[in-house]
């Protein structure tokens, strides 16, 4: 992954550095789209090309969300905040940074796959940019198909109205994404409810001692909190969760 970061920065830099250089040696107001034609295609001038970039950079969101492990990462995380009952313990931007950074960690392997195979032959010219983004999208795919239940799929299948001969490895990603994302939030609830049995069962004991007491203005919410996290501390909780969590995309 830090390849491919120190890749990306790289290039991006050095479309500035030549866009600028360009930018000298050009008359005022001249601005080509186009410097040529050939055999690979239509080669666009460095301002176009940095342009589009960055425009490919406002994409990463999307992607990141859509078609990697951080939808089921975040979705578990802030249930398990539920869970516990504490209403900005972990905060929003530690669940978001944490997700982020386990979402680098699991899908590690697949992005090494698409610098070498896809990143490294477009920035030495060996492919064109189409080639590349078809290199990019089979480690990506296979990431995905890996985690996309057969139900899932055929149900978009369906209602995009696919032959019966598609598969979910010829599939367009517009039917293998969406079913990808509807898998991984059914298991994250199914995480989530494993997660919830033992913080709930707490709640009930808390509850149930607190009415026998006759303490019913005392909070159990309040009272139980403690218990919690005494029970997730010595269960070494995060262990469990994140390593479970990593275990889960493996499959």
Known sequence: MHKA??????????????????AQQQPAGALPLVIGSGPGGTSYSVPIQTLLFFTALSF????LLMMTGFTRIV?????????????????????IGLSL???LFVMGPTLDKVYQEAYVPYTTNAITFEQAIQK??????GFMLKQTRQSDFALFARLAKLDEGVTAETAPLRVLVPAFVTSELKSAFQIGFMIFIPFLIIDMVVSSVLMSLGMMMLSPVLVALPFKLMLFVLADGWNLLIGSLAASFAT
């Open 5 to 22: 970061v120190r890749g990306i920065a790289a290039g991006a830099a050095g479309l500035l550095l030549a866009g600028a250089a360009w």
């Open 136 to 141: 990019a999208e089979a480690p990506m795919r």
């Open 101 to 103: 950074f386990l979402t």
């Open 60 to 63: 990463l969101p999307a992607v």
């Open 75 to 95: 979705i578990v995380l802030s249930l398990l905040r539920q869970a516990i009952g504490t209403q900005s313990a972990p905060p929003n931007q530690v669940i």
